[in-house]
């Protein structure tokens, strides 16, 4: 079965995280399928915290892949982040 899930990258106490689409057997950190989009929880600046292809999620999510709670919250995020910018 494959999910939508966060894999965490960065260094120590700077964690950044690739939105991935993953057998769910597979260890956090291991394959991956496709890269969505990214998350930064401590973007600062102009540095954007957040960059996902909703398009590309929804297009898992109708083949089948089942996101996990953060991704799904993020996802959600990132919608309502791009719903102002095309009104």
């Known amino acids: 079965m494959l999910r939508i899930r966060l894999q965490r ?10 939105l ?8 956090r950190d291991g394959r991956f399928v ?3 989009g990214n998350y930064n929880p401590r973007a600062r600046g102009k540095t954007p ?7 590309r999620v929804d297009h ?8 996990s709670d953060t991704a799904k ?5 990132a919608r309502a982040e791009a719903a102002p910018a095309k009104a």
């Open 9 to 18: 990258f960065g260094t120590k106490n700077e964690p950044t995280y690739r």
């Open 20 to 27: 991935v689409v993953a057998e769910q057997s597979i260890r």
């Open 34 to 36: 496709e890269v969505l």
């Open 49 to 55: 915290g957040l960059t996902i292809d909703v398009a």
């Open 60 to 67: 898992w999510i109708k083949l089948g892949a089942q996101p």
């Open 73 to 77: 919250s993020l996802v959600k995020r």
